[in-house]
């Protein structure tokens, strides 16, 4: 296990991304605990014009890329998230590289177009999330993926992404059809999360003052 004496305490962290919808949702998933740690902490956004180069293999890569980066520049405490939705059809693509792949939507309708005479319509949203102390080390990682099918065209106006063509088997609604609680409670960032909250809950390190 990584050694985190070198620790500050603070009550804040840093959320290396410049994506709005993905830190209200974590904000909002956070929020949904009733703890008085979670209730302290701040997430502050990376600063304006922060970019990384996400070349990495998988999402816990990209994650720890964009972690590590910021926590060296500011010498804080840092948390990065990468996520994607695998195909099983394409052999897992689009993957990591969803957010280029999406295009203004027009990526949605790639992949219905490359399904149009396949059977197997399965596949999953997965999402990372990874935290780096001021070194830019490791200190926490997590991956969870949340299965369900593509659908033959885009339904539902909710969410963001690929969530029109993401349906819930179980529910036979797509992500873009469902409230934004409920999703806070089903999807791959909010599994990601959950275990976050609960790691920052547990931590025994002085991340709190």
């Not at 997590?142 to 909710?158: A, D, E, R, V």
Request: hydrophobic content about 35%; some cysteine; glycine content about 6%.
């Amino acid at each position: 296990m990584i050694d985190m004496k070198d620790l500050k305490k603070i009550n804040y962290i840093y959320f290396a991304s410049s994506n709005k919808n993905k830190l209200e949702e974590i904000k909002s998933i956070l929020q949904s605990y009733k703890s008085k740690r979670l209730n302290k902490l701040k997430i502050k956004s990376a600063p304006e014009g922060f970019y990384v180069k996400e070349d990495g293999k998988t999402f816990l890569e990209n994650a720890f890329k964009k972690a590590s980066f910021l926590s060296k520049k500011l010498n804080k405490v840092v948390f990065a998230e990468d996520s994607g939705i695998e195909v099983f059809a394409l052999e897992g693509k689009p993957g990591i590289k969803s957010a280029r792949f999406f295009k203004g939507g027009k990526g949605m309708l790639e992949i219905i177009k490359k399904l149009s005479n396949k059977k197997n319509r399965k596949c999953c949203f997965t999402a990372a999330i990874v935290v780096t102390n001021e070194k830019g080390k490791t200190i926490f990682k997590i991956q969870k993926s949340w299965y369900g099918t593509i659908t033959y065209k885009p339904i539902g106006n909710n969410g963001f992404g690929y969530d029109p063509i993401f349906l819930i088997p179980n529910l036979n609604k797509t992500s873009a059809q469902i409230s934004q609680k409920l999703k806070n409670k089903l999807s791959h960032r909010a599994l990601v999360t959950k275990d976050f909250a609960k790691w920052l809950i547990k931590t025994n390190y002085k991340l709190f003052p």
